[in-house]
């Protein structure tokens, strides 16, 4: 295993620098396909979130592997080498693994515990199976990253600590009042309906917004995430209006509405959350002056629930101008204030503070665990295929060798022939079962790869015939969850 990951995050590098190196629209799918392309690497996956960008690979050589992944992803990101170096972090092998495992169970996440994460790891194995660049190695380290988040979120009370960003982002709106009490009665507009969107749009419906308007770029996601929440809020779906949205009524009101009408919706809505894969801005600061303005000409009796409007912009490169943060009678909250909240202390009284440490410590303690284990399983897989070419050899010598008999004593019965080679294949499979058993035993050990070189270089193995095993083991680890030949999901 050579297993090399090369990445930024809010941890190594500041916001302004993230949102400039954010990976859109395909770039992600030529990105893993450059790397896979380049001489170290065998094998490749990138994990990108709102606050991080991560290239895994299965790389030959160490040193030249860095190398060309860090080119790789100032190539495909747009921020030149020398700058966007000294915000990298580099990990290798069983470094590698934990830190998966880590950001997988939320200890390295902008809101500590958070689940996401998980969505985001299986969108990124999914991408890599899809292009093919995700061989046994990757498939076997994301699959296992994935049951390790769960495993953390199941064994331990992470998710006491753990906040989606979008419930942390509410908070930080709310300013100490509990996001219900805020939230109640006024009206929302949700720009965009993926992921982050979506779970955005059933927070605010939990909390009890009056009216949740979503704009897409393509109407009918927007209706269909409106129609479900109308649905999950007791609401009753209504005509088709002149402008040619939908609405729903009921305990919820609910609109999905073309997104070249969010100006026309800015000046009714009291929050605003806004989180799309563009590339340029979706709200300027004029815009939203705009939308002010004609907020405060609304007529008596139609005036919005809130006298100020909350902003909150989860995208990463941002969706929002971050000139909003100046004009009165806006509160914009975006990643980059909300990695400023995450990184002060959190006031919990110390009871709290020390349930979710001891959380914390049990996530890590499993995290090592899983690593431990992982690495073991990865050293004893790769001399299988070695000890699989032994035995292939071992048989092909008992036929030959039987063969042979056959000539010299061709007076034989099929009773006695069998009986003989009966007899020849249970000394050869004594033999070799001690070694064979303590050499996987040896090489699931910390060093013991260099194990099954000792076994090809002692039985003078074809290292043709050895590659042959690992290239059908392979096929068989990454073959789709539709695949006969039995692939995992």
């Known amino acids: 295993m050579s297993l090399l990951v090369v990445g930024l995050s809010h941890r190594s590098a500041p916001v302004s620098v993230l949102e400039r190196a954010s990976l859109v629209g395909d770039e992600q799918a030529k990105l893993v396909q450059d790397t896979l392309a380049a001489e170290p690497a065998t094998e490749a996956a990138v994990l990108a979130t709102c606050n991080r960008i991560e290239l895994y690979a299965d790389v030959d050589k160490f040193h030249a592997g860095v190398a060309e992944l860090s080119t790789l992803l100032a190539q495909h990101t747009g921020v030149g080498l020398d700058e966007l170096t000294p915000y990298l972090y580099v990990h290798y092998e069983d470094r590698a693994v934990h830190h998966l495992f880590s950001v997988a169970c939320g200890l390295d996440s902008m809101v500590v515990g958070e689940g996401q994460i998980l969505g985001q790891i299986k969108d990124a194995l999914a991408l890599g199976q899809e292009l093919h660049t995700a061989g046994r190695l990757l498939n076997d380290l994301f699959q296992q990253a994935l049951r390790v988040g769960k495993r953390a979120h199941s064994e331990t009370g992470i998710d006491r600590a753990g906040q989606s960003l979008v419930t942390f982002g509410l908070e930080q709106l709310a300013q100490g009042a509990p996001v219900a009490e805020w939230a109640r009665g006024k009206r929302a507009l949700v720009i965009g309906a ?114 100020d409007v909350s902003l909150l912009d989860l995208a990463m490169p941002r969706d929002i101008d971050a000139a909003a943060h100046r004009v009165e009678g806006l509160h914009l909250v975006d990643i980059e204030s909300l990695a400023e909240a995450a990184a002060e202390p959190s006031g919990e009284p110390g009871s709290s503070a020390g349930a979710m440490a001891a959380d914390v410590d049990k996530v890590r303690a499993i995290v090592s665990e899983e690593v431990a284990a992982f690495g073991a399983a990865q050293r004893a897989a790769h001399i299988t295929p070695t000890v699989v070419a032994l035995r292939t050899m071992a048989a092909d010598v008992v036929a030959s060798e039987i063969a042979r008999l056959d000539g010299r004593l061709p007076d034989l019965d099929d009773k006695q022939r069998a009986e003989i080679t009966q007899t020849v294949r249970r000394v050869v499979d004594k033999l070799l079962h001690a070694p064979t058993v303590r050499v996987k035993q040896l090489a699931s050990t910390p060093g013991g790869a260099g194990y099954a070189d000792a076994l090809r270089e002692l039985f003078d193995l074809d290292p043709q015939a050895v590659a042959a095993v690992s290239r059908a083991d392979g096929s068989a680890r990454t073959a789709g969850p539709n695949d006969p030949k039995g692939g995992r999901a």
């Not at 779970?199 to 939990?206: E, N, W």
């Not at 996601?221 to 009921?250: I, Y």
């Not at 009408?261 to 000046?267: C, D, G, K, M």
């Open 194 to 307: 993926g992921s982050m969107s979506s779970l955005a749009a059933a927070t605010l419906a939990r909390a009890g917004v009056a009216e949740l308007v979503i704009a897409n770029r393509t109407l009918e996601r927007a209706l269909r995430l409106a129609e479900s929440l109308a649905e999950q809020h007791a609401a009753t779906p209504a005509a088709v209006t002149a402008a040619g949205e939908e609405t729903l009524r009921g305990g919820l009101v609910a609109r999905a509405v073309p997104r070249d009408r969010v100006s026309a919706e800015l000046p009714h809505a009291d929050i605003v959350v806004s989180c799309t894969g563009a590339t340029g801005l979706v709200l300027t600061a004029a815009e939203l002056r705009t939308a002010l303005a004609q907020r405060a000409a609304c007529p008596p009796g139609a005036h919005p629930a809130a006298a």
